[in-house]
């Protein structure tokens, strides 16, 4: 580090009291020298998508939080449920750094990283939170952008994207021909149907809204099932007949959702079979959890699911444990050369550090709805 590299950042913080009330602040936190392989990265574009809520709210309603702190320095207080405070006990005291993706521009780097120095990178921090100025990783944890992406269009190309492409590996790996997908119409669901696309791999989007099918059906999915619709069943099942799907990408995860995917495989495997049987049918039906957007518990009436199926909770670095180091690299140079057209990520709101502390700013990200995407800029 030389004289001109920052000693300290603001960094966004969540703390879980003993007496379960979650504490979020913005504070004037030391940065970390980097170590030979690391990089201190000023940020510039950072993501807020699903998997930063856990970290960052732990299961809290920002309905029933109270506002303090300056303008510049917010403080939020939420008392959380006792259930959420039980399930979240193991974090008590432990300031956490919520944030896992980003980009920005390399401001200091270690001796076996130098030629990262003064590159803009974008990356995904395992072990510090990415919600503030600065956050240093190792040069494993990032790569460089292209020189004609902005830091924006490149602030999420591991998360979502990488995630997609081995949702699409996952398939292949386990022996299905064709998938369905839930919650389709997110942001990560738009890239899937782009990859299935681009690879011929046929796939059923579920999504709950008219407007999500329409959007879909404008980027070219085949197969759109709304499940507001009233023939949403008959849907289902004649779309998993016409691909063969066998397998479900469910980011719903609570309540019913898992269960009634593995009953539309079912019925059309066992329709397939062509006599009936009491015990059901031979396929292997498989759900593979991905989200949990229904934080209800999940259902299964083990019924009407035939003899074989799965439910299994799926996370990308499980699929990157399966594959080799030189699939992986061909799979992060796809993500970076598609980062405008694949792998594109969509915000519709750019707000600053001390903004996601912001009333109204917690009540729209925490809707995690459909299109409405937020970007931190850290610069701000
Ligand atoms: N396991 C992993 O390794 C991994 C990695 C990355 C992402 N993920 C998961 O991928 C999913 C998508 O992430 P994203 O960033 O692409 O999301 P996003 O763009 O923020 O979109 C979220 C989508 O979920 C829908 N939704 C929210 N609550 C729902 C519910 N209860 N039932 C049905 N649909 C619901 C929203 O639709 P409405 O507008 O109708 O609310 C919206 O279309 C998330 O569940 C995330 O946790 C998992």
Redesign the pocket.
Known sequence: MNDNTPSHGLQLTSTLDADGTLRLALIEAPLDAPASDEVLVRLEAVPI???DLMPLLAGGDTATAHFGGSAARPEVAIALPPEAAQAYAGRTGAALQPGLAGAGTVVAAGADAQHLLGRRVTLLSLRRGTFGQYVTVTTAECAPLPEDLSSREGADAF??PM?ALAIAETVRLDGHKALIH??A?????QMLVRICAEDGLPLVNVV??AE?AQLLRDLGAEHVCNSADPDFAAQLRDAIATTGATVAFD??GGGASPGLLLEAMEDVAAAAMGFYSPYGSLTLKQVNI?????RTPTVLHNARYGMLWDVRN???PRTLGQLPPERIAAMNARVLGGLRTTFASHFTREISLAQVLDRETMAAYA????GE?FLINPTL
Do not use: E, F, M
């Not at 119409?185 to 669901?189: C, F, H, I, R, T």
């Not at 991905?290 to 229904?294: A, I, K, Q, S, T």
């Open positions: 998508n699903p998997s998360c979502n995630t839930t919650a119409a997110s942001n990560l669901g709950r809204r999500q980011a719903i991905y989200g949990h957007l229904d799926w996370a990308l809707k995690l709805a459909t995407k």
